[in-house]
């Protein structure tokens, strides 16, 4: 059961540079998600999928690009990266409450901008 | 449009004592709650959730929630703190189950 990993765990880059993290779940969970956790912020929603080629806007997307062309692949693009997207990068699936209505996370990515 | 409140970002309990952590929420609708847990350098596991149905739930590890609509809140409570209690936690509410949307967390600490 490899459920949802996320790559790289650790990523330090330049500003200006371009960044894919990457996500992948084996449940075949309609919806994922992809949250930035900062310091005093909490998890804040960057972008999330209901399907394959469906995408939306959360709190907070500016900078941050997503596509999804098959359902089990969830990847998050900073297309030019800046010292404020430094943060630890969490990739979640629902299955919307079908079964269990509750989010799995992955382990986190941490991305420090120089 | 939906917010979480925690109260106290960072509570300190002695071993063996009563844990609070506070949740408040707002949602236009009535709302899916859940209580998520953080060890360090790991992602969020689900301690308990409220759905439908009885509005005290109980959750792994000896931690349980009531859901007061009336106060919209959804604390979470734990009659005797173990050590290995001490982490962050996060309440987070969802109307749809299509956006869950995060409290700011509360680090929780408990001492010997």
């Known amino acids: 059961d490899a459920g949802i990993t996320q790559s790289p765990r650790y990523k330090i880059t330049e500003t200006g540079r371009q960044v894919t993290l990457m996500c992948h779940q084996t449940w075949s969970h309609s919806y994922m998600f992809w949250y930035r956790q900062d310091l005093g912020h909490g998890l804040r929603l960057i972008y999330y999928?209901?399907?394959?080629?469906?995408?939306d806007k959360g709190e907070v997307p500016d900078g941050y690009v997503v596509s999804r062309s098959k359902t089990e692949n969830f990847p998050l693009t900073l297309e030019s990266a800046t010292r404020s997207q430094t943060s630890v990068y969490f990739c979640?699936?629902?299955?919307?409450?079908?079964?269990?209505?509750?989010?799995?996370f992955g382990e986190g990515s941490r991305l420090t901008v120089l | 449009a939906q917010s979480v409140t925690q109260l106290g970002s960072h509570v300190s309990v002695s071993e063996g004592a009563l844990v609070l952590l506070r949740c408040n929420y707002s949602s236009s609708v009535p709302p899916y709650l859940f209580w998520y847990v953080q060890y360090p350098n790991q992602g969020l596991q689900l301690l308990l959730k409220?759905?439908?149905?009885?509005?005290l739930v109980k959750g792994i590890n000896g931690f349980e929630a009531e859901f007061k609509k009336s106060e919209t809140s959804f604390h979470l409570t734990k009659p005797s703190a173990h050590m290995s209690d001490a982490a962050e936690y996060f309440c987070a509410v969802s109307e749809n189950f299509n956006k869950f949307y995060f409290g700011s967390g509360t680090k929780l600490n408990v001492k010997p």
């Open positions: 409220y759905t439908t149905g009885a509005t």
């Open positions: 999928s209901a399907a394959a080629d469906i995408t």
């Open positions: 979640a699936s629902s299955d919307r409450g079908r079964i269990t209505g509750e989010l799995f």
